[in-house]
């Protein structure tokens, strides 16, 4: 399994870091022609507004839509929720709209607002998840098809849909790998149904 | 149970902007052009350093008229200036919201012997470095991000390229040393004794380090990440240029595509004037704004 993580900007190695711990090949994607040699794709935490940019000015917002539209697995976290969203709230900046969510930026404050927390995830059982929030986002809307996963103050921070998954906080700046290990077990899905489908 | 504050969280913000450019702006026109251009972020300041450094006499803090204006401005996060020592003035900066303070020897020092107690605030710091020990000081006072001092306001790369080599070879110097070793190298460094051993075990700082003081062009931002640092400030390198949203946007690409030759050939064609230059050698001893800070 070839895991792509998007190296435009931002915090990159330390998922790098952990999808290797978990037996991943991984490449750092900075070009489009890079998007037909992976599996999955991680738009990691960083400067939305930065990555949107570059992801348009080096054509890579394209083959993104194609390639998750064909069934890759893509997940986005903090940046990457927000670069995911079909709608950003009171924001018209570039995005990719692969997930029916209304993402809101900044949505809990400048930084020294910044915090850690316990969350409940679904499908993790009883043990708590230690989740990091920087200058986060949350999911103000879900839409149709959108699985939450997690929940904070009562604010959407962990979805899924189909083969998109979205996190409002860094799972790639703890020790806790379980976020990765789900993102990981959805690659498998679509490989396995690619598999079969080909037979 | 929810922490605000924590080591985590100053650190994790640094980790944000990796692979990013941190722009110096005065005004909030400035920064909505540096946001537009890809910026990580932008460095509210009364004037870039090239102006402080002409107009001479005491530099300080930014009057939080100017901070607010840019803060309101733009939706990337904001740094500002406080002076080496001068813990009001970032008690008034962490006040004012802004997502990052350099503690910068830009600005003229308040106390020459002691730096800021930076564990005490909520907000995270960045500070200059020349060397691995200077670094691992700043980290122990709780600097969560660090920056090669270089020589602000000249436009000259030489000395951000001196920080950035002495810090790396140090680091190399500390991961092929027997562990008998560490503590006389800590010693001799004046550096923490426990973060020598962190270096040792990561195989570099313990926070992030980007590159300051004398980059302006794509190629000098391509020069430092190749060097090993982890993203770039530019300071006067964008607005004391002919044409700084072309510059802006250049640099952003070349710190995104540093390895990509062909690229970084492409970005820096047609940018016009870059910012006039200065010769280190030129500047007397006691105007180098490097030597602030200990």
Redesign the interface.
Known sequence: MRVGVL????????HEKILKELGCETIQV?KKEQLEEIDGLIIP???S??IG??ME??ELAEGIKKRAKEGMPVFGT??GLILIANDIFE?SQPRLGLMNIVAH??AFG?????????LDVKGLGDQPLRA?F??APYIKEAGEGVDVLAMHDDKIVLARQGNIMAAAF?PE??DDTRIHSMFIDLIEESLNSQQSSAK | MTDKGTWTLKKGLAEMLKGGVIMDVTTPEQAKIAEEAGACAVMALERVPADIRAAGGVARMADPTVVTKIVDAVTIPVMAKARIGHFVEAQILESLGVDYIDESEVLTPADEQFHINKHEFRVPFVCGARNLGEALRRIGEGAAMIRTKGEPGTGNVVEAVRHMRMVMAEIRLVQNMPEEELMTFAKSIGAPYDLVLQVKELGRLPVVNFAAGGIATPADAALMMQLGCDGIFVGSGIFKSKDPEARAKAIVAATTHYNDSKLLAEVSKGLGEAMPGLDISQIPDVERMQERGW
């Open positions: 190296a435009l900007q931002g915090a990159f190695i330390e900075r935490g960083g400067e507004t930065t940019k570059l000015e080096f903090c940046a924001c930026r900044n400048r930084q020294v607002d910044s915090f850690e927390t316990d990091v920087i200058r860094h700046l703890t």
